[in-house]
């Protein structure tokens, strides 16, 4: 499998050379060049096999430069139930007849992103090590991403992680968790400033081209396609474990903010997995929303992107979409090119011509869900099922229950546990939400965490006097 640019401007190339870049060359995003059809067969063929086993299968198609044996063995490091804390890894949750919810929150930081970035620990590392060299992620998190890709990376041989995060800002919950990692290799650096602040300072370092190849320094965002690759695994594990046999099929809810999710969801759809609707579900920033309803995308500012009880879908551009609409106008990198400058240019694109193949052809269906609407969720799957959801599942639920069809499981992904957002859970049900055993006492742990001003520089000289001799 080789790998092309959404803009056409990119030779062709292996996984493992896309795997440590963020955008291609040209400015797009990668894709593979066709997207592989799993039949029938195959697919009931795979009715027993464990996560790790079902991953290793799905993820052949599309790495192709790594050995089935050796892939075999990054899955199986990646999904264990020491690190999940459930033989299942994924587990299915039923809130009632016809809503499912799909357990993606079961790693170390209680939220789906855990999922791509444990296998991404592992290829990074192993990757790393055949070629014998290292690299230096640097990233700005406000909260999810970061601690999810430093639970993937510590101790990890070649990979030394700078993550950057603003200075009193995150929850005591979120700090706990980042800042009580002892691993050698990962360096939190507490910024004296805001969470875009800690964004510029990324940015003007992995621009500074020359500093870039000193430390070789990359990223791990939401548009590295190893991430999208190793989500499309869950949507075949949900699908193999609430049906019986083939052809039936299933519908998927997704709270989505940057698009990466869902986007594994239509890769999974387009290889055949027999899934009905894919329901896309946002919060007050509707941007996607707005595309699936009427056809036009149009971006928010800053200023106009609200901060909502479902923080993580706090988006006002969806940094995965491009992927999308490269398949939505016929994999034509011409036709994406001349709608990133309309975008550019005027702020919004318009593909109306095209919406009655949204849902037709692609399945996709969206609805908004608000504040309110998440209390009201959270409220009544407690009251009913037992069940306490976060806020951004509660999105995914209420969304949901408005596409349901009978005699079609609807799978809601659960992107984060109640735990992670005490605050709305309380106001929701007037009590807080459990902490998981694994996490209890981390308040007590020693942190380790630098913190500086908001300063390029000071971060700049940290890196060179911290990195490794190689
Ligand atoms: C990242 C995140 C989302 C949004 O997922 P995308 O892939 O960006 O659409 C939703 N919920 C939670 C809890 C998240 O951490």
Known sequence: MKYLSTRGGMKPQAFCDILLEGLAPDGGLTMPEFLPKVSADTLESWRGLSYATLATEVLGYFITDISKGDLNKLTRAAYTKDIFSTEDIVPLKPLSRDLTLLGLSEGPTLAFKDMAMQFLGQVFEYVLGKRRTSITILGATSGDTGSAAEY???????????????????????????????????????????????????????????????????????????????????????????????????????????????????????????????????????????????????????????????????????????????????????RVRELWQQLADKGEFDLSALRSSFEQRYGFVSGVSTHADRLQTIRDVHRDSGVLIDPHTADGVKVAAAHVEPGIPMLVLETALPAKFGATIEEAIGESAPIPAKLQGLADLPQRVEVMDCDAQLVREYIQSHSATA
């Open 152 to 334: 993937a990376l510590r101790g990890k041989r070649g990979v030394s992680v700078y993550m950057l995060s603003p200075y009193g800002r995150m929850s005591d919950f979120q700090r706990a968790q980042m800042y009580t990692l002892q691993d050698e290799n990962i360096h939190n650096l507490a910024i004296r400033g805001v969470f875009d602040e800690c964004q510029d300072i990324v940015k003007a370092l992995s621009s500074d081209l020359e500093f870039k190849a000193a430390h070789r320094v990359g990223a791990v965002n939401s548009i590295n396609w190893a991430r999208i690759a190793a989500q499309v695994v869950y949507y075949f594990w949900g699908w193999l474990r609430s049906t019986r046999k083939a052809g039936e099929v299933v519908s998927f809810a997704v709270p989505s903010g940057n698009f990466g999710n869902i986007l594994s969801g239509h890769i999974a759809r387009e290889m055949g997995l027999p899934i009905r609707k894919l329901v896309l579900a946002t919060n007050e920033n509707n941007v996607l929303e707005e595309f699936f309803r009427t056809g036009v995308y149009r971006p928010r500012s800053a200023e106009q992107t609200h901060a909502t009880s479902s923080p993580s879908m706090d988006i006002s551009r969806a940094s995965n979409f491009e992927r999308f609409v490269y398949d939505l106008v016929g994999r034509d990198p011409a």
